[in-house]
């Protein structure tokens, strides 16, 4: 993967929020969060904060086809202090997605190991002997028979790398557009992939208080 080159994101990086400790940005689609392996693949989300907030740090990772809210960090001590957050489950992460196929749970809970696929790393795999617990939530929002397809509002209570991807995928019901895990049929249904960090609570590393930063979806 180290050849891949990834095409220039035209998209710009909305800062939703600022103060003097975070930042909340929306990522577009196609954008790396941080600098890729190649040399070639410096443009990030990172880099381009950075240019307006020299001392932003990235506290959790988007896969570059995932758009949606993050949270950076201003300064080493609040990437600490939110860092632990997320190592400690203190943070709610939610994101929108629209699946293949019309799904017949209005909700339910997906509670498959994962593990690497190491032969095709980056793809992740469910392995009930070596794979970490992994568990995600969902719940219904629409139906359309019409395009074959479920609008979800999912909810990962574990943050593995592909965790919703590939749980939605072992479902039966792969997210549309996604290029990794989603079969011909459930690829056609868009040019992205449909997959959006839609909401991010956390507790502010200066005030303590609760704070839930929200990045409208386009889909």
């Known amino acids: ?32 969060s941080v600098p890729g392996k190649n040399v070639l693949n ?18 959790h990772r988007l896969d570059m086809d995932t758009s949606g809210v993050m949270l950076l960090a201003r300064g080493k001590a609040n990437l600490s202090c939110l860092s632990r957050q997320f190592q400690e489950r203190k943070t709610e992460k939610q994101y929108l997605a629209w699946v293949y196929g019309v799904l ?10 994962l593990c690497c696929d190491w032969p095709n790393r980056p793809k992740q795999i ?19 028979p019409v395009t074959f397809q479920t609008k979800v509002l999912l909810k990962p209570v574990t943050g593995r790398s592909h965790q919703l991807r590939v749980h939605m995928a072992e479902l039966g019901h792969p997210i549309s557009g ?26 502010h590393p200066s ?13």
Not at 44 to 59: G, M, N
Not at 128 to 140: A, I, R, Y
């Open 1 to 32: 993967m180290t050849d891949f080159i990834v095409p220039f994101c035209e998209q710009q990086v909305t800062i939703i929020y600022a103060d003097d400790d975070i930042l909340v940005v929306d990522k577009p689609s196609g954008l790396l």
């Open 104 to 113: 017949q749970d209005d909700e339910g809970e997906i509670n498959l190991p």
């Open 178 to 203: 996604c290029g990794f895990y989603a079969h011909q049929d459930a690829l056609k249904q868009a040019d992205r992939l449909q997959l959006h960090a839609w909401k991010l609570s956390f507790i």
């Open 126 to 144: 469910v392995d009930h002997e070596l794979g970490k617990p992994s568990l995600t939530c969902f719940e219904v929002l629409k139906r359309n």
């Open 207 to 219: 005030t303590g208080a609760l704070l839930t930063q929200i990045a409208p979806a386009v889909f």
């Open 42 to 59: 410096k443009d990030c989300l990172i880099t381009r904060v950075q240019q307006q907030y020299s001392d932003a740090h990235i506290v």
